[in-house]
């Protein structure tokens, strides 16, 4: 064991309270040897440690590596900013407002401003979704954090936005999202950074393409020039990691999701974990619900998160064609899943395929079901191939299905209460521009009985409204808005009451 003069910590094995003792040599005492240690009578006694126990060192944990968490819940983190507990930032030597460098995977590294946030569990950093693409990690991953060196200020830096991100849009963006964005906040930038800014009706994700000087982080300052190339925009490269939605976009199902969570993406990223432990992780989920509820969303998002191949199948749809087509279909789905596992098989509408044997009515159903039942059993990469099941009639489906090893965990995604009604509004609005006199609380009241996908339609009908007032100023037969037009136009209260009345 290397002996420096730390502290170590030494519990006994299962002992709850851990004790610290100082690290000694193995000079002049009773023999220790590579797996054994030297203690003092009375030492042992207060820690209730018999001689030839087993005990259990702990060293010091290299305490820059963080688990990567999500942005939700704590204070708030941009591209620019991470949280950490204070007690982390203790152990790190990092203060409130210090840049600090992640390096995440394929030595990708980023700098950003800490910020303490007391609801972030100690040796966890919570990322923007931005940061943990720029980095290569998903949540889960393992960061190592350091305050930075001095970060020195930039000359220039050019900044290109996403061809995506900018489609249908004409006009400079620079005024209306970069000056912004750049403007007294101090953003640390490299090279190949990606970030984004909401604002205006819109989000646009941009790319860091060049700095000068061309050193790894700089800082874009007060004197700082940006270049904004619209002319080349970004092609997004097909192995981008942010696709699809995140949890962030999920409203109104806290419960569920950090459920579904444990349930799905645990077993997905730790596979090793679950066999060593002799734990069984579920096969199958099935979401139950009425429609709209963000069942899809969910699993979209879970998908998309932890990085997981995700095949959808629509109920309805495989059910048609020739005899044995659904069968092969669902086979074929089923072996695609294998190949890409990590991933999760959504199927949606699942009584459609699996209805009640005893009740189906055609030989199609019975055969299908029973093909489903075949495939979740016999799926083999256990953990890494997930079947989630949406359906908003459960006890139409077949009971078969629902026993243990198939279908043998259940969530109700029911519809929204006041409070999670509140969650959605503010996810489907937070790329408007709202006017002061928006009140989202009085309009999650007005909407009893309104579920996810009302409240989306709701949130456009009233851009849509807006958007019509100023259609004298719009030129229809261009096919793209020019970014004034998008910066004038304001969502006030008026056309959400409209839009809750249509
Ligand atoms: P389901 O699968 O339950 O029928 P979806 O996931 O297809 O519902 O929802 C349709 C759309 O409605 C989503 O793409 C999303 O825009 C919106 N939506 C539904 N539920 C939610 C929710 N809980 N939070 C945010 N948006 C939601």
Redesign the pocket.
């Known amino acids: 064991m290397a002996m420096d003069y730390s502290t170590a910590i030494l519990e006994r094995k299962m002992m709850k309270a851990p004790n610290r003792l100082l690290v000694d040599d193995s000079e002049g005492g009773v023999a220790v040897d590579d797996s054994s240690v030297a203690l003092s009578e009375v030492t042992m006694t207060e820690l209730d440690i018999f001689q030839g126990d087993l005990v259990t060192l702990r060293g010091k944990r290299p305490p820059s590596r963080l688990l990567v968490d999500d942005s939700e819940g704590g204070v708030a983190v941009d591209d620019s900013s991470v949280a950490l507990s204070e007690v982390t930032m203790t152990e790190l030597d990092i203060f409130q407002g210090d840049l600090v460098t992640l390096r995440g995977k394929r030595r990708r590294e980023a700098v950003c401003y800490a910020h303490a946030d007391e609801s972030c569990p100690d040796g966890r950093v919570r990322l923007s979704r931005g940061v943990r693409g720029n980095i290569h990690v998903r949540l889960g991953d393992l960061v190592a954090v350091k305050r930075s060196p001095h970060v020195g200020n930039a000359r220039r830096v050019l900044v290109r936005p996403f061809e995506d991100s900018v489609k249908g849009i004409s006009g400079d963006l620079f005024q209306p999202y970069l000056r912004p964005y750049f403007k007294d906040a101090m953003r640390p930038v490299k090279k190949g950074d990606r970030f984004l800014v909401r604002g205006l009706m819109h989000a646009v994700e941009f790319r860091v393409e060049d700095t000068d000087p061309a050193d790894e982080c700089v800082i874009v300052a007060r004197d700082t020039e940006v270049f904004y190339d619209s002319e080349n925009p970004v092609k997004r490269e097909d192995d981008e990691l942010i696709d699809g939605p995140g949890y962030e976009?999920?409203?109104?199902?806290c419960k569920q999701l950090a459920q579904i969570r444990e349930m799905v993406e645990l077993p997905l990223r730790h596979p090793k974990l679950f066999t060593t432990l002799g734990v069984r992780p579920p096969k199958g989920i099935l979401l139950y619900?009425p429609?709209?509820?963000?069942?899809?969303?969910l699993a979209r998002a879970i998908a998309a998160e932890s990085g997981a191949h995700f095949i959808v199948v629509n109920g309805p749809e495989i059910m048609g064609g020739v005899a044995g087509e659904s069968e092969a279909n669902l086979r074929k789905v089923f072996a695609e899943a294998d190949e890409h596992a990590p991933s999760i098989i959504f199927l949606?509408e699942v009584d459609s395929i699996a209805p009640n044997r005893e009740k189906a009515h055609g030989e199609v159903e019975r055969r299908v079901v029973s093909q489903l039942l075949t495939l979740m059993d016999g799926l083999r990469s256990r953990g890494q191939v997930v079947v989630i099941g949406?359906t908003n009639r459960p006890n139409s489906l077949d009971p078969a299905l629902r026993r243990f090893g198939r279908f043998d965990r259940e969530l109700d995604?029911g519809v929204?209460d006041e409070v999670g009604r509140l969650e959605?509004l503010r996810?489907?609005t937070k790329n408007m521009p709202l006017a002061d006199d928006v009140d989202l609380e009085r309009v999650g009241k007005d909407t009893h009985g309104f579920?996810?996908?009302d409240i989306?339609s709701l949130c456009s009908e009233a851009a849509m409204q807006c958007i019509r007032e100023k259609l004298d100023l719009m030129d229809i037969e261009d096919d793209t808005i020019s970014v004034e037009i998008l910066n004038s136009l304001t969502v006030c209260m008026d056309h959400l009451r409209f839009a809750v009345e249509v």
Do not use: E, N, Q
């Not at 429609?291 to 969303?297: E, I, N, R, Y």
């Open positions: 976009d999920v409203g109104g199902v619900g429609p709209g509820t963000g069942k899809t969303l949606d949406a995604i929204p959605i996810i489907h579920v996810g996908s989306a």
